[in-house]
């Protein structure tokens, strides 16, 4: 069994900042690409940023120059530093990871965490 456990979110005020993390664990043998999604109500879930076991980066327009992914491969978590916050990157935020089981490691398998509700008030 695999868990993503995210954690941070929280009630700010525009301009501030929040950072959240997302902690995997269970029977991994390795993790590919971890990311973070959001959904607000009504709208369908997007990405919001990505990253590579290498540390390559991907990042939504919206966010970009704002936000900055970043992960520890020995802990197996991934960060998101949110700066900037503006009232419509209210949602919930989702950790996102692409990871190979101990025992399937010809395979790749894709995992959610719970969501963590991400507020911004103007």
């Known amino acids: 069994q695999v868990q993503l456990v995210e954690s941070g979110g929280g009630l700010v005020q525009a301009g501030g900042s929040l950072r959240l993390s997302c902690a995997a664990s269970g029977s991994i043998f390795s993790i590919n690409t971890m990311a973070w999604y959001r959904q607000a109500p009504g709208n369908q879930r997007e990405l919001v940023a990505q990253i590579t076991r290498s540390g390559n980066t991907n990042y939504s327009d919206s966010v970009k120059g704002r936000f900055t992914i970043s992960r520890d491969n020995a802990k197996n978590t991934v960060y998101l530093q949110m700066n900037s916050l503006k009232p419509e990157d209210t949602a919930v935020y989702y950790c996102?990871?692409?990871?190979?089981?101990?025992?399937?490691?010809?395979?790749?398998?894709?995992?959610w965490g719970q969501g963590t509700q991400v507020t911004v008030s103007s």
């Open positions: 996102h990871a692409q990871l190979v089981i101990i025992t399937h490691r010809t395979s790749e398998y894709s995992y």
